[in-house]
Nanobody, 115 residues
Framework: QVRLVESGGGLVQTGGSLRLSCAVS????????MGWYRQAPGKQRELVAT???????IYADSVEGRFTASRDNAKNTVWLQMNSLMPEDTGVYFC?????????WGQGTQVTVSS
């Protein structure tokens, strides 16, 4: 059982920044792919970024150039740096870990961007 705990969400004005963190209960050296997803009110959950242990990160077109995802395997932590935030970035942001037995999710952290 892997536990993921997100933090760092909040209310910010358009153009502002937030940094989300995800603390993972299992060593990230054993998890190939971590990811960030978000879910806006009334919409389906969507991929924001994937952070593979090896290789390039992948970002949704809507956040490319504004968001930066990173991981520190030694600290068992994943981050999402969000800059130039826009109202359409509002939603609950979830951390995801992809293991061979399935996906694990955190409880989510709310991000609200005011116009």
């Amino acid at each position: 059982q892997v536990r993921l705990v997100e933090s760092g969400g909040g209310l910010v004005q358009t153009g502002g920044s937030l940094r989300l963190s995800c603390a993972v209960s299992q060593s990230l050296f054993s998890i190939d792919t971590m990811g960030w997803y978000r879910q806006a009110p009334g919409k389906q959950r969507e991929l924001v970024a994937t952070i593979p242990r090896w290789g390039s990160r992948i970002y949704a077109d809507s956040v490319e150039g504004r968001f930066t995802a990173s991981r520190d395997n030694a600290k068992n932590t994943v981050w999402l740096q969000m800059n130039s935030l826009m109202p359409e970035d509002t939603g609950v942001y979830f951390c995801n870990a992809k293991l061979t037995e399935g996906d694990y999710w955190g409880q989510g952290t709310q991000v609200t961007v005011s116009s």
